[in-house]
């Protein structure tokens, strides 16, 4: 009996000291804010990938601030934009993160804004691309974006349908929502800065199952181009109902088609469907490109690049975290407002995904990624090259 | 704990929130919920009290969020006034809904309130330059207190309040006479009319009502996050307020409380189980239809033993519906004819004076017409209901009306008390014209009637089913009664009380009617008549189902109506009742009345043998 | 241009139509409705992919096994979110076949994916020219496919014995009750029915919109919508009402905004059902008291 209960009480004092907290730090935690659930939830699920992968690499090498690991918080905000805000304060005043990366709504991101300067943390957009997230006119700036920013893939689209497609008479469709709006502004911004106007500007909404009226209405302003902005079930609708009307004109599209089966969803109406992306997994990859492939494969079961849904979630996303990495490095701290300073004054060079970061932020300057890193890329024999 | 000291807890909680923490997460939840009680509570009133499902409140709401974002971004007022005005604008728009889609239910109500909800957004998005489109309206201001911007810890506190009000408001219209009637006309939209109410008038005040809840909750939540978008204001966030009543418990004071809890933290709780979030709500739905048909408060309230007559009178504050003819000012005095029988003809005297029906004064002189009917006609479809026929009822008397199945006796009823309208012919009631007048103006000029089956208000007390009809359309302010003075006057209460005893139901006066046995909801029905102060009863087949001592009781009661003077019109199969109480009698047969006059005559006259009585073997 | 909207609206229509006569049949039968039909269409939509596009299976086979599971869900809804509620006489089945609706809405999202996918088919491909109009062969079958469907239905229910004894229900549950007739067995073939409709429907759509499991949320509501505009109690008068939604939808699309589309259409309803309740090939309901 005596025996009995001195070996319990071995076996509970040793259980105790197995779960106590050791000498091992406290983690780091950050957090994601993307819609994890719904119709968008396979961005979200992207986006926690690049960001889960670039944490296991960095974990890998010892952490941060002596040893700390980075420890990942996931909440849905629903797409919903009143959601996205208490998550945001659950986020930072419950879990303590030291930053927030974010997800694909623009008004889910536009609504969070005011959250993150009243708390003082930092968010890194990994996705939505309204301009105005990071263009938000406040002094100091918490919010940064390792994404397209509409207003320069505005800028991008408008340049190569001018310059390259050499086209004069644009007809602009989009989906009826924030991001919509967004690049409606910024197509007829830059096309202006052309003198050109747009022939007609046409809107659908998401499950909309044919376009034939707005794309009819182009056909018959004239236009010689369509702009589309579009998440890849309306835009393989807009493909489909294009060739339905038997109009044979190119689309230059935002990069929303590539967040869902595109190619599968048009077969072979998709061939030569233009758009732009901040990166591609097919074709070469640098040696970031093959350790994320492989991370995917290993982690995700990703067969290969065609298998990697909305792929700019997982390209952002990882670089995103990996700049976030170095400026707590940088900071010495995970105190948000000397976060947020140490990533507008990066001194660290960053081999990245996308490119190379150099001082990627500046205080007037909030987003990593500008027109000059943007890729235009075409749909070509069901996989995704780039143009050239 | 008794339910008062239940709310000074629950008060006194929500009060310190503040003051425990500055964490603005936590304090922004607990204001989603303040904000999710006032919506709720108005739906509240609309689909617990008055029975009617809107799947389109998430469209009040935004109206009434967007008007009070407008007016602060656009207008440049001040919370203060963007509160109001949404309530004001939401109400409004709310009214116009109730008025157009009110006189559907069911299934084509909710279409209604779901077109509404999606032409609302649709709205949103569209008008680019009213709403901002789907980008929405930014930069609303926060609400000043004397100049100086609200924290968020001072805004708690508002909407904290708000949500107490918005409580308070909807237990003082529940204990009202207003509340009453929202239930009896949900439980019979027949019987209500019947005793003088506009069921339309009375859903239309409470859509309302639950529309200005809306939209002050709209009003609440702009203010609260600074931003409106419409990804807010889907079918989605419709589903979800009705969810919020619904578990909570419908028609319980306590219910959207505690569903707004439970629906706020609940995903707070699950954050692993995020993909399951829809499928938790849906199954949360299915469970509430299922198992807690009075959702969460009710459940807990049942258990307690709330449903017995006993208990019924000091019920705990989650009981549903409104407690049995409790107001501010009855004296003690007038509690006391709760006793046991009947006390003769003094009560029925008392209990139908007719100082308030439409008709005006004057007692009833006796063996005067008050009933006329001259050559009426109905048909339905090809059949000829009623063929011509002529009918005189005189006061004081008891005239009963008899005939095999399908002669059109009930199709009589309901002609003469405005269920339907004749085809044919006139019908005067007191000398004036009501053929084809509706239900209600006829009630109120002091007709009343039965139905074949009785349609009783079930979830209300006995006493309450009789209150409803002596305060008949005089419901007061609504203002009045969500302030808390919406009690019965001591003469109403005297003479539900009396009615009851005329009829010998003045013990169950606390039991919920549809425990009432059967052979009472029949004499329920005739408390009634006799509380709304009717000079002219139309019985149909009060008789029906009742056992040989029943059968006497009701002989005597009807002698005892035609001793106080009123008139009985008295449609029955039971001819023993027939010939032993009846002055005089009308014989239907195909629509045609072959016989008529002394019970004895109508006995041995030929034409009725035949088709009715049966010859003798 | 008029000619392309009208076909493509025609087309769409039929099947609101299609879909709102399963409204009908249990209405008729019940005075209650699947609020989750639209998901029922979707039910369909994903099945056959499964079946067919995943799982390889020959499309009869697929087709065969969509209507199975179609029927199944139908008897399914019934048991769960109607049948309790049926005697209650409150409208709570309409809450419990919401309920129903999301659940499986997400339950799909959790076993399909979220993505959209593609159901392939022959006559989705290439687009044929009908009077200057492009047309894919897909949407000129829709409403063959479904004119012949709503006509067996009617000729079933008129003609059949069996269908008439599921009208009888409708007159009179009690009566016919007492006749012999199970009632509690003719709505749940009510409810299997009219979810095989949804779910043929489904079939029919998937290759023009893509298989996902939130497709069918919009166009339960615009065949509720249909069934209302047409008369919950009139056959006849959904067949007519599913072809003017369509086709009004369309022209409002194509001539004034895509935007305006359900707010025109929605409005249609409201107006409807102030103006006449019970529809256009609906009667004044008498009340019975």
Same mark, same amino acid.
């Not at chain 1, 010689?224 to 079930?233: F, I, Q």
């Not at chain 2, 709403?131 to 001072?154: C, E, M, N, Q, Y």
């Not at chain 2, 919020?244 to 707070?268: I, K, R, S």
């Given at each position: ?388 | ?617 | ?59 009869? =086979?697929?087709?065969? !096994?969509? /209507? #199975? @599971?179609?029927? &199944?869900? +139908?008897?399914? $809804? %019934?048991?769960? *979110? ?5 005697? =209650?006489?409150?409208? !709570?089945? /309409? #809450? @419990?076949?919401? &309920?129903? +609706?999301?659940? $499986? %809405?997400?339950? *799909? ?181």
């Amino acid at each position: 009996m005596r025996r009995g209960l001195l070996t319990l009480l071995v076996i509970v004092a040793l259980a105790a000291l197995a779960g106590a907290p050791t000498a091992q730090p406290a983690p780091i935690k950050v957090g994601l804010a993307a819609a994890v659930s719904g119709g968008s939830a396979a961005s979200g699920e992207a986006i926690k990938r690049g960001l889960q992968i670039a944490i296991d690499e960095v974990n890998a090498r010892g952490g941060l601030l002596g040893g700390r690991k980075l420890e990942l918080v996931v909440r849905d905000d629903e797409g919903n934009p009143q959601k996205g805000v208490t998550i945001a304060r659950e986020l930072v005043e419950r879990e303590r993160v030291a930053a927030v990366f974010g997800g694909l709504h623009t008004t889910v991101a536009l609504a969070q804004v005011p959250v993150w300067h009243e708390l003082a943390t930092p968010y890194v957009g990994t996705w939505a691309a309204g301009t105005n997230i990071t263009r938000n006119g406040k002094k100091p700036n918490f919010v940064f974006r390792v994404s397209a920013n509409d207003d320069e893939v505005d800028k991008f689209l408008v340049r190569y349908a001018a310059e390259r497609l050499k086209r004069g008479r644009p007809g602009l469709l989009l989906e009826n929502t924030a991001w919509g709006q967004s690049n409606e502004a910024g197509l007829t911004k830059w096309f202006g800065e052309r003198s050109v106007k747009a022939v007609g500007i046409e809107k659908f909404n998401w499950n909309d199952p044919d376009m034939s009226p707005q794309l009819l209405r182009l056909k018959q302003g004239g236009a010689d181009v369509v702009m589309l902005v579009a998440n890849a079930p309306e835009g393989a609708q807009v493909v489909k109902s294009k060739a339905k009307v038997g109009w044979d004109v190119p689309i230059v599209s935002h990069w929303g088609i590539s967040g869902g089966r595109f190619a599968e969803l048009t077969g072979e109406l998709s061939e030569g469907v233009v758009f732009v992306q901040t990166y591609s997994f097919f074709g070469k990859q640098n040696a970031r490109g093959e350790a994320v492939l492989k991370a995917l494969r290993d982690r995700y079961g990703v067969k290969g690049p065609e298998d990697v849904t909305a792929p700019v979630g997982t390209a952002n996303a990882y670089d995103a975290l990996h700049l976030v990495a170095l400026a707590i490095e940088q900071a010495k701290s995970t105190d948000g407002a000397k976060v947020r300073d140490a990533l507008e004054e990066l001194k660290a060079e960053y081999a990245g995904l996308i490119k190379t970061y150099k001082h990627p932020f500046t205080s007037e300057q909030h987003d990593a990624l500008t027109e000059r890193d943007y890729i235009m890329v075409v749909w070509k024999g069901g996989k995704i090259v780039p143009v050239q | 704990m008794t339910p008062a000291a239940a709310w000074l807890v629950v008060a006194a909680a929500a009060a310190v929130v503040p003051l425990l923490t500055a964490n603005t997460y936590y304090l922004y939840l607990a204001m989603t919920i303040g904000i999710l009680v006032v919506v709720a509570g108005g739906l509240n009133v609309l689909a617990g009290l008055t029975g009617q499902i809107s799947l389109g409140h998430a469209g009040l709401y935004a109206i009434g969020a967007y008007t009070a974002a407008l007016a602060a971004t656009r207008l440049g007022l001040g919370f203060w006034t963007a509160l109001p005005l949404a309530v004001v604008v939401t109400a409004i728009i709310g009214a116009a809904v109730a008025l157009a889609a009110l006189r559907l239910s069911g299934p084509y109500l909710a279409m209604v309130t779901i077109a509404f909800g999606i032409i609302v957004e649709g709205a949103l998005v569209e008008w680019v330059a009213l709403t901002g489109g789907p980008g929405g309206i930014f930069d609303i201001p926060k609400p000043r207190l004397a100049g100086v911007p609200l924290a968020l810890s001072r805004y708690y506190w508002l909407v904290a309040a708000a949500a107490a009000l918005a409580l308070l408001l909807t237990r003082n219209l529940a204990r009202s006479a207003w509340g009453r009637a929202l239930v009896a006309v949900r439980d019979s939209e027949l019987a209500a009319e019947s005793l003088g109410l506009f069921a339309y008038r009375v859903r239309t005040t409470a859509f309302t009502l639950s529309a200005a809840f809306a939209g002050a909750g709209g009003a609440l939540f702009a203010f609260l996050n600074g931003y409106l978008s419409p990804d807010s204001f889907t079918l989605q966030t419709s589903i979800l307020f009705l969810l919020t009543v619904l578990f909570g418990g419908l028609g319980t004071v306590a219910g959207p409380l505690v569903g707004a809890v439970a629906l706020v933290l609940l995903p707070e709780l699950m954050h692993q189980f995020v993909e399951y979030r829809l499928i938790l709500y849906g199954s949360l739905l299915l469970l509430s239809v299922y198992f807690l048909p009075r959702g969460v408060v009710g459940a807990l309230a049942r258990r307690r033993g709330v449903g017995s007559a006993a208990a019924g009178a000091a019920a705990a504050g989650g009981s549903p519906g409104p407690r049995p003819g409790r107001g501010p000012g009855p004296p003690p005095a007038t509690a006391a004819p709760a006793a046991a029988g009947p006390r003769g003809g003094d009560f029925v005297e008392r209990a139908h004076r007719p100082e308030h029906t439409e008709a005006g004064g004057g007692p009833a002189v006796l063996h005067a017409v008050v009933l006329q009917l001259t050559g009426v006609t109905k048909s339905f479809g090809g059949v000829r209901a009623l063929d011509g026929v002529t009918l005189a009822v005189r006061a004081g008397t008891i005239h009963s009306l008899i005939g095999p199945n399908g002669a059109g006796k009930t199709t009589l009823v309901n002609l003469v008390s405005g269920f339907d309208r004749p085809d044919g012919g006139t019908i005067e009631l007191f000398g004036e014209p009501v053929g084809g007048r509706s239900a209600v103006r006829i009630a109120r000029r002091g007709l009343a009637r039965t139905f074949q089956t009785p349609q009783l208000f079930e979830e209300l007390a006995v006493l309450d089913n009789v209150l409803v009809a002596a305060t008949g359309p005089r419901l007061g302010w609504l203002a009045a009664a969500l302030a808390g003075a919406g009690g019965d006057a001591a003469a109403t209460r005297a003479r539900a009380d009396d009615a009851l005893a005329a009829v010998g139901l003045g013990e169950w006066a606390a039991t919920p009617a549809a425990d009432l046995p059967f052979g009472h909801r029949r004499r329920l029905e005739i408390a009634r008549a006799l509380a709304a102060g009717a000079r002219v009863l139309m019985l149909d087949e009060p008789a029906a189902g009742l056992a040989p001592a029943e059968i006497e009781a009701l002989d005597a009661l009807l002698s005892r109506l035609r001793a106080a003077g009123l008139t009985v019109v008295l449609i029955e199969h039971h001819v023993e009742l027939v010939m032993a109480i009846s002055d005089r009698v009308t014989v239907l047969d195909e629509g045609r009345v072959i016989a008529e006059g002394a019970p004895a005559a109508v006995q041995r006259d030929p034409a009725v043998l035949a088709a009715y009585l049966g010859t003798p073997a | 241009m008029l000619v392309q909207l009208a076909v493509s609206g025609l087309a769409l229509g039929s099947m609101y139509g299609l879909v709102a006569l399963g409204y009908h049949m249990t209405w008729a039968t019940s005075r209650t409705l699947n609020f989750s039909q639209g998901h029922v269409v979707m039910v369909g939509a994903v099945v056959a992919y499964a079946a067919h596009v995943a799982g390889g299976w020959p499309l009869a =086979a697929a087709v065969a !096994v969509t /209507l #199975l @599971a179609a029927a &199944a869900f +139908g008897l399914v $809804v %019934e048991r769960i *979110a109607v049948r309790p509620f049926f005697r =209650a006489g409150s409208p !709570v089945w /309409l #809450l @419990a076949t919401i &309920a129903l +609706g999301i659940i $499986v %809405e997400n339950v *799909a999202m959790l076993a399909f994916g979220k993505d959209a996918r593609a159901f392939p088919s022959a006559l989705a491909l290439k687009p044929v020219f009908v009077l200057g109009a492009g047309v894919y062969p897909q949407e000129l079958l829709l409403p063959v496919v479904g004119v012949a469907l709503m006509g067996a239905t009617q000729l079933f229910y008129h003609r059949t014995f069996y269908g008439r004894q599921l009208k009888a229900v409708a007159w009179d549950s009690e009566a016919a009750g007492l006749m012999g007739i199970d009632v509690p067995r003719a709505v749940a073939v009510s409810y299997a029915l009219s979810s095989v409709l949804a779910g043929v429907a489904g079939l029919l759509l998937a290759p023009l919109l893509n298989v996902s499991p939130t497709m069918g949320t919009l166009i339960g509501l615009k065949a509720f919508a249909v069934a209302i505009i047409g008369g919950l109690t009139s056959a006849a008068g959904i067949v007519v009402a599913g072809f003017l939604y369509g086709l009004v939808e369309a022209l409002v699309a194509g001539y004034v905004s895509t935007g305006a589309r359900e707010i025109v259409g929605f409005a249609v309803v409201i107006a409807m059902l102030i103006v006449r309740p019970w529809g256009l090939g609906g009667a004044r309901p008498a009340r019975r008291v």
